[in-house]
């Protein structure tokens, strides 16, 4: 099948992914003055009182908007909020599907970091959490740090988080399969924007061994002038052997390789140069940086994507449901590292040992077991961490 082609003519018969659907019936006068006016001003004035009843007396206790602004969708780059509204839609559909949590779409018309951040704030009371989306770096990390320290809801990026806590879920199993242990190996993550960047950081708090973050340009290195603030910070934390020059200097020896960047920028070479056992996560889409077929043949003992059509299938989709409905149940007032690492422990335990396999790291993002159990391990951690509202 040709996915595209067929994803085009789909959407003309569907006219969107998702709809409104009411949880009360208004078919006779009773009803409709229970479910509207004169019965609704009494829990309108219970909300005046105290707004946190607002999450008992409406539905956003369970609602989550997707807000983008257009400017990083999937592997499109900047094509303005009304063109990434089908996939905001189709994550919509998916935090229902998987997490049964009731998301909408906004998208943005703007790129003004102030605005956009304005724009939600003003928008918050009518949700339980915030889910941020395809916002380009390094505008993203702004407007999430700012909503983090503003809001009392939960905020998620979930270009960089989810990212994170899915490659941790798969590097855990991974590693396992190799005789490794993750703070013992280096790690080379190429693409150094908003998901490569999260990555580095969340695999530094669960104390993996050396990391070294790449660009186009090359390593990352401490004291370039020319790298943004974003990634002069990065740079300070990683690649404590201050390597320099281009992507294959920093494969060489190296235990791991993530790949959130490009098409058909590793080699063969590359990856004949890694070390023994080596792990190849080339997660790029529609393109990875190396295919599945040449990195195998070129020595990597497991090998994941970002392909549904390949095994071991990196996707965010293992996250974000579980992860929300989870924070949701308890009323979390932030999601926080403990929460996340809790979800990539129960993501990668999902694969029972003695199924664990090289075609075989993660579950399938249709397995709700998986999604019950990442929401079960966020919840308890939320609690544990004392960011609760619900004990």
């Keep these: 099948m ?37 019965g609704v001003a009494e829990p309108c004035l219970a909300i005046h009182e105290d707004v946190e009843r ?4 409406t539905r956003r206790w369970n609602t989550v908007p997707v807000i983008t602004d257009g400017t990083a969708v999937l592997g499109l780059g900047d094509i303005g909020p009304e063109a990434g509204m089908p996939v905001m839609e189709g994550k919509c559909a998916l935090f229902k599907a998987f997490g049964e949590v009731d998301a909408i779409p906004l998208c943005i018309r703007s790129k003004d ?30 407007i999430e740090r700012r909503l983090i320290e503003d809001l009392d809801i939960p905020v998620f990026h979930d270009d960089q988080h989810g990212t994170a806590v899915v490659t941790a879920a798969a590097l855990l199993n991974a590693l396992k399969l190799v005789g490794k242990k993750i703070e013992d190996v280096r790690i080379v993550i190429n693409g150094a924007g908003a998901a490569g960047i999260a990555i580095a950081k969340y695999l530094m708090k669960m104390e993996a061994g050396e990391i070294v973050l790449c660009d186009r340009q090359g390593i990352l290195c401490e004291g370039d002038v020319s790298l943004t ?63 599945r077929e040449d990195a195998l043949e070129a020595g990597a003992a497991v090998v994941g994507t970002g392909s549904s059509e390949k095994p071991n299938q990196i996707n965010n989709v293992l996250v974000f449901p ?59 951690a939320a609690r544990r961490t004392g960011v609760a509202k619900i004990k």
């Design 229 to 291: 603030e974003a990634k002069a910070e990065i740079a300070r934390l990683t690649n404590r052997q201050k390597l320099k020059g281009p992507l294959m200097n920093a494969m060489r020896g190296a235990d791991v390789f993530i790949g959130v960047s490009g098409p058909n920028c590793v080699t063969k070479e590359m990856v004949r140069a890694m070390a023994k056992g080596a792990v190849v996560f080339a997660c790029a889409n529609p393109t990875p940086e190396i295919s």
């Design 322 to 380: 579980g992860l929300f409905r989870g924070a949701l149940d308890v009323r979390a007032r932030k999601i926080n590292f403990e929460m996340m690492f809790a979800a990539s422990q129960a993501i990668a335990s999902c694969v029972p040992e003695g199924e664990l396999s090289p075609d075989f790291i993660l579950p399938y993002a249709y397995d709700l077991r998986a999604h019950e159990a990442v929401a079960k391990a966020v919840s308890e």
């Design 54 to 57: 607002s999450f008992d007396l």
């Design 2 to 38: 040709n996915y595209r082609e067929e994803s085009l003519k789909k959407h003309g018969e569907w006219r969107g992914k998702i709809e409104v659907v009411p949880r009360v019936e208004v078919d006779s006068r009773e009803k409709l003055s229970l479910a509207y006016t004169p």
């Design 113 to 142: 970091t102030e605005e956009i951040i304005r724009t939600i704030e003003l928008l918050a009371g009518s949700f339980g959490g915030i889910n941020l989306e395809d916002i380009a770096a390094p505008r993203c990390f702004e």
